[in-house]
């Protein structure tokens, strides 16, 4: 896809707009020459926590209206920017980090925008999704980004268990401190020796890269506090298991759990090309 200077472009005499800003995921000299002039000049700025987003401004020499959009205040900020923007007023919606609706709120603004006829226009930028994935040394060509998995453990394996057959390269947003137990998850519902790439506080000054099979990262990060800090990405390689043996192995962990292993056994032989001597032996693994 070739450049365009057209598209988008900062005019102070275009009002009334949505920027979709792209903000640093970490290192700030990422914030584009781009953003860094519309977030300079925009007279209203929509982020989850002002706190954060301000210091993008320390330099900035006029006044901004600023407008807290997060899971609590999101349905009376959404009303409130609507209302500035239809009165000719453009807004700028930035993340804390990163590109703005990935894993954050945003998108009920974005969709209200295009209700009411107003031009949404993103700003790209950082997005810590894709770094890791750039990163990563793993298929790219096609990857679900999953992002947070459930904090409750059992609902936690269910969801991996799920996606443990997709063929397509995985990306979750994993907060430091869980990396041991989420990843113990990880090598034992999609698989001990599948490989994967811990993407850790990136573009920061303690920054990890690291590429092994899930359970050999499992071990690391528990025994290296340092690993524990911060926030991470973990990209895991899709699986590569034929899908028919995907199939059986599916139907043989259904079964086990739901029979007798002599009916279990029955019904997978009866199903599948495997006797009855191997259909017995599989229910018999995935009961121990």
Not at 44 to 54: G, K, P, Q, Y
Not at 194 to 210: D, F, M, N, S
Not at 259 to 274: D, E, G, H, N
């Amino acid at each position: 896809m070739s450049a365009s200077t057209t598209g988008g472009s900062i005019d102070s005499s275009q009002q009334g707009c949505l920027w979709v800003v792209a903000t640093p995921i970490g290192h700030l000299a990422d914030l584009s020459p781009r953003a860094r002039e519309l977030l300079h000049r925009v007279p209203v700025i929509a982020a989850e926590d002002t706190r954060i987003s301000r210091r993008l401004l320390e330099e900035r020499d006029t006044a901004v209206r600023w407008v807290v959009l997060n899971e609590q205040s999101e349905d009376k900020a959404v009303a409130e920017l609507v209302a500035l923007m239809s009165q000719g007023q453009s807004v700028a919606l930035i993340s804390d980090a990163g590109t703005p609706l990935i894993s954050d709120p945003g998108y009920r603004l974005v969709a209200a925008a295009h209700e009411a006829g107003i031009q949404v226009s993103p700003v790209p930028g950082p997005c810590a999704a894709v770094a890791a994935l750039s990163a990563a040394g793993l298929p790219s060509d096609r990857f679900l980004f999953e992002g947070f998995l459930p904090a409750k453990a059992s609902a936690r394996r269910q969801r991996l268990a799920t996606l443990s057959a997709l063929p397509t390269t995985l990306i979750f947003y994993v907060p430091a401190r869980d990396l041991p137990a989420v990843l113990q998850d990880m090598a034992d519902q999609l698989g001990a020796e599948r490989l994967a790439t811990l993407g850790r506080e990136l573009t920061k000054l303690h920054e990890t890269v690291r590429r092994d099979t899930l359970q050999a990262l499992q071990a690391w990060c528990a025994e290296d506090s340092n690993q524990q800090r911060g926030e991470a990405v973990v990209v895991v390689a899709g699986n590569a298991t034929p899908a028919a043996d995907i199939v059986v192995s599916a139907l043989t962990r259904e079964l086990a759990q739901a029979l007798p292993p002599s009916q279990a056994a029955a019904i997978l032989a009866r199903l599948t090309p495997l006797s009855r001597r191997e259909a017995f032996a599989l229910v018999e693994q995935q009961r121990s």
